[in-house]
Antibody
Framework: QLRLQESGPGLVKPSETLSLTCSVSGISIRSSDYYWGWIRQSPGKGLEWIGSIYDSGSTYSNPSLKSRVTISVDTSKNQFSLKLSSVTAADTAVYYC??????????WGQGTLVTVSS | QSALTQPASVSGSTGQSITISCTGTSSDVGAYNYVSWCQQHPGKAPKLIIYEVSNRPSGVSNRFSGSKSGNTASLTISGLQAEDEADYYCTSSTRSNIHVFGGGTKLTVL
């Protein structure tokens, strides 16, 4: 059974870097059919795609966040990670990791709340 | 990249059918058949219910159906049930390998 699980600090200070990891079980992250992505949802708001990585290491990011986003993959640990730099209160959100193929996000993690506050 | 346009809310009575629209452009919805829909209940992670415009993942009720015409995709839920009350989001890949969401539609079952 495929499972994704986000982990990382729940509180980040303004101007610092948010770092999250998504651990994948039930499938090798090296499968060439899939992208692995990050999505967030600010309190009471809709879903926002942050970015995705392909097994080759190619990454694609939301243009509105691109300059602050780094997504990487660690195939030895079957994990992929998100770094979002220079965070502000506007980055407070539930962050989800997900697998996607041909535009469909078919498996999601349960989400983790990250609050940006001093 | 602008978000796809969905109605903020729709409602219907138990047993009725409703349709939620999702309007994009020729660079996203109109470009490929890579439109999908997910359902989100409060406090839960989204769940995929339609992929590639009209396909249902295993285990998803056949009361959910999808279609597309030009730059607009649609989700229809027939035989509304109380458990269908949730937020619904359309998503699409774009020509530039960017992924966009609709703003979400809150479905109320009366």
């Amino acid at each position: 059974q495929l499972r994704l699980q986000e982990s990382g600090p729940g509180l980040v200070k303004p101007s610092e870097t948010l770092s999250l990891t998504c651990s994948v079980s039930g499938i090798s992250i090296r499968s060439s059919d899939y992208y692995w992505g990050w999505i967030r949802q600010s309190p009471g708001k809709g879903l926002e795609w942050i970015g995705s990585i392909y097994d080759s290491g190619s990454t694609y990011s939301n243009p509105s966040l691109k300059s602050r986003v780094t997504i990487s993959v660690d195939t030895s640990k079957n994990q992929f990670s998100l770094k979002l730099s220079s965070v502000t209160a506007a980055d407070t959100a539930v962050y989800y990791c997900a697998r996607h193929i041909r535009g469909a996000l078919d498996y999601w993690g349960q989400g983790t709340l990250v609050t940006v506050s001093s | 990249q602008s978000a796809l346009t969905q109605p903020a809310s729709v409602s219907g009575s138990t047993g009725q059918s409703i349709t939620i629209s999702c309007t994009g452009t020729s660079s996203d919805v109109g470009a490929y058949n890579y439109v999908s829909w997910c359902q989100q209940h409060p406090g839960k992670a989204p769940k995929l219910i339609i992929y590639e415009v009209s396909n249902r993942p295993s285990g998803v009720s056949n009361r959910f159906s999808g279609s597309k015409s030009g730059n607009t995709a649609s989700l229809t839920i027939s035989g509304l049930q109380a458990e269908d009350e949730a937020d619904y989001y359309c998503t699409s890949s774009t020509r530039s390998n960017i992924h966009v969401f609709g703003g979400g539609t809150k479905l109320t079952v009366l």
